[in-house]
């Protein structure tokens, strides 16, 4: 029976009407389609909405739901970033330099979802290559927050998060290389976790910066994004950077005790946080105090050089990554007498300006004379920030802080200050420097009701915990619909 | 700071073609951005180790060959192609 309010249920209560046969896996697809169709346009979260292959995917889901063959994603309407990998579904990244790409493979991931019968909805828009936290500057246009038309939905993945915000697919797939899923589920209030690095296979994820990019989800509630990590992780061997293989059990924490459990508050990321962040977050804490935690304040001193050491190394691994663009294989191809020329050409034209300023910035800091001075320090300056977060965290369970320091700015003031913009990812880069996992879940909302994010990191590995202990504050806190519908 | 003959040099190591006056824009971003990560310098590296950030894992793929794309898949993005091969403009 497909009710109106479907699209506020958690995935743990669609998979309950699935079994139940109280609505099909083709209903389901075809509620969230209609739905899309209804609000897309205005949202503009979809770059392609794959409605036929969407609902042979779910008839599939429903046969294998007929033969009990089910896992909890099993039927469950999904979205995917455009620059995850889909066998003969376009893949731009947001790029004119891709525009009309077709993957000829899947993502590992994907494949995953397919063969357990997960529905592909379609895929999200961004910021070209994940290079941006605005999602005003994809070449398919702009995406607008569903909490507020007058306010960027953050970036890259802002397609992603309005889509879960806007209830245009049960939950999202997206990636993070320095907060692309954190800061836009943050600005549309959702819930959003950057695994540790390691923990999902990459093969097929359009690479950006790749000792930083991870894949993960976006939902409405932790514990959705625990099922979501479920479905995605697998140990793969096309991907020599997975440490974890086989780990399940993501939700396993949900619902346990609190007690005993200590956290380590920044004190340095709650002080330059605006008053109405400082506040919600300040409540978090006391909500972790009365639920039997420990508090204390802890010191981050390599933190001040994290911006400056994520911008070098991304940019330098961007240059480097992106360098396979060449027009020939690929892409969109410009005019040029030489083969060299045609190239030049092709990267020009393709590439959206904040692309070419990375790679320019890459290979800045890795010319011959400022290699010492930029990239070998920022590689240090690495390795001393992963150190500190981690001796931090054998003294505490978890970190707990602002996931930004601020909440949405309005359309216009991140996309016109290049400085203030990059500054804007100061708090985000700490975990994927440290490859530490990371999850946002609201926890209040400032004057205009713009959502505040709460960010949780965890140990290496133990996404249970974070994912947990968010879902105890989820449960005690009522979220506020998106108001821009 | 970077002025415009490093940002030309930049360009051609990048293999990007721009205007002149996307040029003279992306040097005011260029030296932005170089502020941004100026910061850096700071840093006493020598009391640190650099390194690889990643480790890969232990057990890696054998070094053999698997069966790859057709040649109609792997040309199937290109956008100039004959004989079963990319097209591109005359090398010499």
Redo the contacts between chains.
Sequence with gaps: MVGEELFRASIGKLRRLLDQREISAPELAEYFLDRMQRHNGTLNCYITVTEEQAMEMARRAQRKIDQGDVRIWTGIPLSVKDNISTKGIKTTCGSRMLESYVPVYDATIISKLRRYGAVLLGKTNMDPFGMGNTCRTSHFGPVQNPVSSGRIPGGSSGGAAACVAAGLCAGALASDTGGSIRQPAAFCGVTGLKPTYGTVPRYGLIAFASSLDQIGPIAASAEDCGYLLDAITDYDPNDSTMRQPNCYGYTGKVGASLKGIKIGVPAVLLEKAEPAVQAAVLDAVEFYKDAGCECVPVSLPGRSYALSAYYIISSAEAASNLSRFDGIRFGSRGEGETCTEQMKSSRGNGFEPEVKRRILLGNYVLSAGYREEYYQKATAARNRIKAELENALQACDFLLSPTLPFTAPRVGVLEGDLIRRYEADAYTVLANLSGLPAVTTPCGYDGDGLPIGLSLTGRAFDEASILGAAAAFEAQFTRREAAAL | M?EMK??Q???E??????SQE?EA??LL??Q??????????D?P?EM??????????DD??ADRAYPS?SPE??L?????TACDC?C????L
């Design positions: 970077p490093d940002l040099r930049l360009l190591l990048s293999v990007l073609s721009v996307e824009a992306l971003d260029l932005r951005a170089v502020r941004v990560v100026s910061r850096i310098r840093f590296a640190e180790a650099a390194g690889a950030f990643v480790q890969t894992a890696l793929r794309l898949e792997a199937g993005n290109a956008a100039d990319f591109v403009p005359k090398m």
